[in-house]
């Protein structure tokens, strides 16, 4: 079993940062594939960014160059640097883990963190 918390959203102007962590219980965090995934209000949850591995990085189009993923697997966290945010970067982002057993995959979310971006 794996438990996800995040921390680090909150309200930001246009143009600035902010920086979210996901802490992960259990022992078996560096096996993890672990991403973030954002949803706005109305709208579908998204993939935002993903690391395998510790090293392989994928981003969505809409934030390649302004968000970096990045993971410590010795302090079992996942962090998302957000730069140069916009309004429409508004949503609640949800940290996701993902372990492959024999035979399934098992999925875990956080409990999402509020990131408001104003104009």
């Known amino acids: 079993q794996v438990h996800l918390v995040e921390s680090g959203g909150g309200l930001v102007q246009a143009g600035g940062s902010l920086r979210l962590s996901c802490a992960a219980s259990g022992s078996i965090f560096s096996t993890l594939f672990t991403a973030w995934y954002r949803q706005a209000p109305g709208k579908q949850r998204e993939l935002v960014a993903g690391i395998r591995r510790g090293v392989m990085t994928n981003y969505a189009d809409s934030v390649k160059g302004r968000f970096t993923i990045s993971r410590d697997n010795a302090k079992n966290t996942v962090n998302l640097q957000m730069n140069s945010l916009k309004p429409e970067d508004t949503a609640v982002y949800y940290c996701?883990?993902?372990?492959?057993?024999?035979?399934?995959?098992?999925?875990?979310w956080g409990q999402g963190t509020q990131v408001t971006v104003s104009s």
């Open positions: 996701y883990a993902e372990q492959a057993v024999p035979g399934r995959t098992l999925i875990y």
